[in-house]
């Protein structure tokens, strides 16, 4: 099996971001037949000609282009450093998109010399592990040969090779520990090295670029100073949780939050397994007494957790009456109720409210009843998913966390096992052995389970993060690290996965289910750190990814109590962030149930008419004149304003403070602009362009003439490239609107689409359910929904039995296809017109909007965009579809998004505008139809007349 990579439009983003920075750098390979300079001819140095001022412009415009509400960026007065921060949740392609990054950045600008740096060996290992999956692919961004190689202080002698293969992409990974100390072989001189003085010279001559991965990790003192020995052309940090510090010099070009994540769809839900949840397992909260004081007033020390900034910690107090421990420990729900009312010093005994009593030296709470509910419930949970998605071709796989690697093995104990491993196979055993889940007995527990620990030199298993160092886990190792497509497949046994905290980082696998945190501290991991292993998509057995909502869940197995895990998750990425997390939904697993469709519907006769209107599959053809894409296309050259600028080199004259360590002892005296750069020859500009975009070399010449913009091929034609087709790219899509027609294709959608049973969570942060549906009128009696809007909506049409006689929500493989994905609506509805006395079959998409106009923290254009094709499809085969926000929108034909002027809105306005010299009646009256219309967006539909209005100017005008 091979996973199968795709980019996503968040990944394309992220990608252009990093690249858009260096917007003016010429192209210095020979196969472009452009020639700049005499500088530019040795490819073993990475050379930058394009001046920090230019930079800093192009900072600027790709903050405000990625900059929104939900995902703010400061954007950038200054440039010190040429240091530049990408943010990307967790389990989003993180290092997939890195590494697409350096192809591209090797592919535009001729860059040849990267070095990754990474703070942990298990992170190298899934690094150079997902770069043999992506190299074929990385190859033909780059369109070129890529050396790939893992930093060995051991064969030291093998980096001249890094610098002299100047025909190939060269890639270096390496852990910071590998240099962050001056006894490091980098940093020290070897008479009898080949290389002569210090490694790091060597490196550090050829200006690499260098990647940061999880930099928050790298901030010490040490590795922050020996970094600049590497002289980086420029700095790229990659993480989900960037540390900014008063001190940090690096600027933020793109962000996915964990917001966009969920929002999307592009990582796992949570539900959370808590053991203080279960009703079949009540678990009493930790208490312990340790002395009983007769005194002038009666006391007990007492020993309790509270929840503290920095996690769980045990405190010891003295208490007296009425103390309240659910005050003391800082609000942990496990605590309420948990008020003294008694303390007997003649009966040794301290009672609590919720009629608790607890002796002297008695501990309420045994942490191995409580690791093995965790552990049994975790099996459980497997058990099921098993039996649901293994029919499904998606293997299940669990990762178990545990603090001491004697608790799984144990050279002391007979058979070599600790408790957890009996643990486990003893409730393996007995669950195998319920009727529901006899097709997973085994007679070999052993091959369903998989551990890794590392070892120290005598053999001896450690509890630390680092790689074994034996043979013993060789096999092991390999299959969790490096074997992903193996450890997903059926034909591999093992299931159960069980670590230290060395799979905390730098380690997660798609089909990660369940997660289990057995530990016996109260020190926790960070949980968005615990969680990250299984957020990313699953996988079946095609490799494929899946993206099914009711598939798509992770649980968490925790050993604090659901509304604790829930809400310190969210204040971790709440702090760690900056955002928001009111969106977020987190599951209380133990509140899960089945909704079951009621099947007698599929012969309710108001479902039947419906589903015969709408069960169509479609496809669609497009057919545009090619004078209307010239013509479309010229009108954005025209409004964007379209010019490329003359490249000009930086010179900087630096002084030497110290000869022997010249690198870091400089002093800049002096920063000009040079020459400008005449370009000497050019290359072949339109067949580049209409390989970016796919048009023709024809219609490329025409746009180019027509728009009178070939001057500036003279100017920078790599530039002139770029930016043409990003314009090309970005109105294509709109244009295709114009020449789409969709047709039914010969199949039809099966009603098998409809699952059994949907899975909702009654008790969630941030619940979003309607209950009580009229089961006559629709298929589910209670319904987990995507927002408040929907909740609303689905409650007033089941209220509403008059006039709705019919409502479903429809199933995520229920989509019609679009140029720009496929596209799933939401509701499908019968609905009695009365005024007109008409059964009408309604398709309806719920957005809460601002009118006409989705704001792009609301909805990315690639999403408008398929609602825009929705209508047309859905027009083709004569069903109503509109975008609504309340019940009052929904008629026949009657919604909150008006399709046909959509187009005309902000060309309307520029019309009416064009004679008038007050720009600010325009400004005004483009603000009437969206009062949060963007600086950029209003930019580009008002073209000239923005020409003076600066972001701060235009923020101040109000629409009255």
Known sequence: MEFKFGHRPYQEDAVNSVINLFKGQPIADKKLEISVSQDFKDNNINSLAVSNETILMNLREVQKKNNRSKAPIDISKELSELDFAVEMETGTGKTFVYFSTIAKLSREYNWRKFIIIVPSVPIKEGVESEFRRLKNSLENIADKTINFNVYDSSKINELQEYYREPNCLEILLMTMGSFNKDDNILNRGNPDSKLGGKPVDLLANTRPIVILDEPQKMLGEATTNKLKNFNPLFVLRYSATHKVTNDSNFKFVYRYTPLDAYRDRYVKKIEVLSVYDTEN???????????????????????????????????????????????????MPEYKNYVITGISASRNEVKFRNGLVVKLNEVTQNKDDLMKIQIKETIRTHLEKEKDLNPKGIKVLTLFFIDKVVNYRNSNDVDGKGKIRKWFEEFYNELTCEEEFKEFATDNVNEIQAAYFSVDKNGNYKDTREKSQTNADVKVYDLIMNKKEELVSFTTKERFIFSHSALREGWDNPNVFQLCNLNETTNEVRRRQEVGRGLRLPVNQDGDRIMDDDINILTVASSVSYELFAKRLQEEITSETGVSTGEIRISNAFKRKKSYIKMDNFNNEYFKRLWQTINKKMSYTIQVDE?????????????????????????????????????????????????????????????????????????????????????????????????????????????????????????????????????????????????????????????????????????????????FKFFVKLPAKFYVPTPTGNYNPDWAIVFQDEQNDLEVYLVRESKKTAGKYFSKDNLRDTEVQKIEYGKKAFDSIKVDYQVVQTIADIKAGQGVF?????????????????????????????????????????????GEIMANITEEQFNSINNE
């Open 627 to 803: 004078e209307v894409i010239v013509e479309e296309i010229i009108n954005k050259i025209k409004v964007s304003g379209f010019k490329v600028d003359p490249l000009a080199y930086q010179v900087q004259k630096t002084q030497m403070i110290n000869i022997y360590d010249a690198t870091i002892n400089k002093e800049i005296k002096e920063t000009r602009s040079g020459d400008e750069i005449k370009v000497s020859k050019i290359p072949n500009v339109v067949k580049r362009i209409a390989d970016f975009t796919g048009l023709t070399k024809k219609v490329v010449i025409k746009i180019i003439s027509k728009s009178e913009i070939q001057k500036y091929i003279f100017v920078q034609p790599d530039i002139f490239v770029e930016k043409l087709s990003e314009i090309i790219k970005e109105e294509m899509p709109k244009i295709f609107k114009k020449g789409i027609t969709y047709y039914c294709t010969e199949e039809m959608y099966e009603l098998n689409l409809f699952n059994n049973f949907i899975m909702v969570y009654e008790d969630s942060i941030n619940p979003l359910i309607a209950h009580n549906l009229d089961l006559s009128r629709t298929f589910y009696e209670v319904i987990q929904l995507d927002s408040e809007t929907e909740v609303k909506l689905i409650n007033e049409m089941n209220a509403d039995k008059k006039r």
């Open 898 to 942: 008006n399709f046909t002027d959509i187009e005309k809105n902000f060309e309307e306005i520029l019309n009416e505008e064009k004679d008038d010299s007050d720009s600010i009646k325009a400004i005004k009256g483009l603000k009437k139809i969206n009062s949060k219309v963007e600086y950029l967006d209003a930019k580009a539909a008002l």
């Open 281 to 331: 397992n009540p678990a009493k909260a930790f208490l312990k007494v340790k002395e009983i004081n007769a005194g002038n007033q009666l006391t007990a020390k007492i020993s309790y957790f509270e929840n503290t900034a920095n996690g769980i910690k045990e405190r010891t107090k003295k208490l007296k009456d009425k103390a309240d421990l659910y005050e003391l420990s800082n609000e």
